[in-house]
């Protein structure tokens, strides 16, 4: 009897950790990511490296934006790397040792990097370069494909605005590291177009919540009005009742004595 575990076994732990719905918009994000690590995790050609923890932190962190309530963001994120065994802090940590390797690093100095893998040192960036590259079987992930998009947005912003530049570095860091670049350039591309649909999304909503506030600012004015109009005709109609009655005229006095004839 196998001893792998099943896609229905890392969904029953992750409740098990995080026993609350996960709202609607939200739950597609977390169930690709939960089953994207939990076929990763059994399968004999992964290697877990800090690049991937990478793009799992990234594409959580960047899709759960907005998520109510904001307390139960963390929470999903711990049952998610608990229902394959694992840590937050490890995803987390291992994300931002990534991001560390390239601070102050230039474009140039990435892509030397690149060229001369076989002369690397096994630390740091170069370690983990070298180590995929020297894979016989590596196992390339969509998460490992958004993680190194992430490292190098860090290094260089504005070649993430040059679409055709982006993918022809893209194709040099492919042939480089020994992936596919048609994945890695799908991957990419796709990354950065559920990106723009969710900033226009986002952009959607706040104009409907801005719509709806401005409705309900007209609804309470609008009764606000209404109530100082009727308050006003009750006014009026309760200084008719209760004012003074009028006093009636004296009648004239008679004057029984009949004129002298």
Do not use: W
Request: net charge negative.
């Amino acid at each position: 009897m196998s001893n792998v575990r099943t896609v229905s076994d890392t969904k029953r732990t992750f409740y098990e950790n995080f026993d609350r719905p996960v709202t609607s918009v939200y739950r597609r994000v977390v169930e690709e990511l939960m089953v994207e690590m939990h076929l990763l995790s059994v399968s004999g050609d992964f290697v877990y490296d800090a690049i991937y923890a990478l793009g799992i932190v990234t594409t959580f962190d960047t899709f759960m934006e907005g998520y109510r309530p904001e307390n139960d963001v963390e929470p999903i994120f711990s049952a998610l790397c608990h229902s394959i065994k694992s840590t937050p802090e490890q995803y987390r940590d291992d994300a931002q040792q990534a991001l560390s390797t390239v601070d102050g690093m230039s474009l140039e100095a990435l892509k030397a990097l690149l060229g001369n893998l076989t002369e690397a040192n096994a630390e740091g960036l170069a370690g983990i370069l070298k180590g995929v590259a020297a894979r016989d079987r590596f196992k390339y992930s969509r998460a490992f494909g958004i993680g190194f998009y992430t490292l190098t947005d860090n290094v260089d912003p504005e070649l993430a605005k040059d679409k055709e530049q982006l993918m022809a570095f893209m194709k040099e860091s492919a042939e480089a590291l020994g992936i596919s670049f048609d994945k890695l350039q799908k991957d990419i591309e796709l990354y950065r177009s559920n990106l723009d649909k969710m900033v226009q999304a986002k952009a959607l909503m706040a104009e409907v919540l801005e719509a709806e506030r401005k409705k309900r600012e007209e609804r309470a004015q609008a009764k606000t009005e209404t109530e100082a109009t009727a308050n006003d005709a009750d006014t009026t109609e309760t200084s008719g009742e209760d004012g003074p009655e009028p006093v009636a005229a004296p009648a004239p006095e008679v004057n029984d004595q009949s004129p002298s004839a």
